[in-house]
């Protein structure tokens, strides 16, 4: 190992990585793409942007790395944003954000075409918000957060079909007050993107 290898300074290069392409004007939300072939180079919204919930965890054991605290608006946005998004049944919500405009987030108190639009919980991505809130809990203490993982724990296993030996979603989105039926379908042979299985 090299004796100009920094890890501490590596960390700062990396959170800044994770907090700077964001948009203030739209809860500190991630720009999910970055087009470099148009100058200048843009950064743009889509509903892709759920996929920020990846940077949450990462972003504060950097700052247990490195000790900085530049950026730190982004990760009180980021705390707000994923207690906003728990859903009634405590299941987790996805949003599309900014792709709907500046500061406009689909989380349970925003529609479209008078239903809710967006407000589905995904168990794919359940774990990143579960990640989340335990790194949040174990670095502040702040008992909020157990209360976010427990009901969002309670709110996947109400949807979780269990066989005994193994349990599965049969749906890989859930809209609120959604219930899990209990189908046919074989047993997968493997894990993939879109669904997951638990073994007993």
Known sequence: MPDTLDL??????????????TDPEADAEIYCYTWF???PPMMIHSI????????????????????????????WHRMANLLEMQGP?????????AARGKGSRCGPKHVKGGRDWAVDGRPLGSRRVLESAEVYHATTGDPQWRKLVVGAVRGLRRLAIDKGQYAYYDKTFYAPGDQAEDTPLPRPTSVTLMAGWGMG
Not at 57 to 65: G, N
């Open 37 to 39: 072939g148009v100058k």
């Open 89 to 97: 049944d405590g299941l987790p919500t996805s949003h599309c954000g």
């Open 48 to 75: 892709d942007d759920w996929c920020e919930f990846k940077w949450y965890a990462p972003s504060v054991l950097l700052r247990l790395a490195c000790g900085s605290g530049e950026r730190m608006d982004v990760e």
């Open 8 to 21: 501490a300074h590596r960390a700062v290069l990396a959170l800044r990585g994770l907090t700077a392409p």
